[in-house]
């Protein structure tokens, strides 16, 4: 029942920018934290970005000034708008609800597809 199902990714020439959409289903959106990931071929999946339920933010050092996490919680919806892109942002994205467990953050439901994006010099 649980789904996440990301869309917005596309080929950019660097510098460009994206909107990212992730939209949940399946569980009770509003309680929870929600993160953006990316995972190149070859390497782990790293995060990207976080927004609490009560809209407090956080980002990975790289995307900082650059990438914006944001939440509709009345459309469980979570958009990560990506700007002034660079090579090293290309990668799958991914949506997922996480939570803080004995001081480790964890991914509560399965991985959903992820969206393409693929930055060129």
């Known amino acids: 029942q649980v789904q996440l199902v990301e869309s917005g990714g596309a080929l950019v020439q660097a510098g460009g920018s994206l909107n990212l959409s992730c939209a949940a289903s399946g569980f009770i959106f509003r309680i929870n934290a929600m993160a953006w990931y990316r995972q190149v071929s070859g390497k782990q999946r790293e995060w990207v970005a976080v927004?609490?339920?009560?809209?407090?933010?956080n980002y990975r050092n790289s995307v900082k000034g650059r990438f914006t996490i944001s939440r509709d919680n009345a459309e469980n919806m979570v958009y990560l708008q990506m700007n002034s892109l660079e090579p090293e942002d290309t990668g799958v994205y991914y949506c997922?609800?996480?939570?803080?467990?004995?001081?480790?953050?964890?991914?509560?439901?399965?991985w959903g597809q992820g969206t393409q994006v693929t930055v060129s010099s």
């Open positions: 927004v609490t339920s009560g809209d407090t933010t």
């Open positions: 997922n609800a996480v939570q803080v467990v004995g001081g480790a953050w964890e991914n509560i439901y399965s």
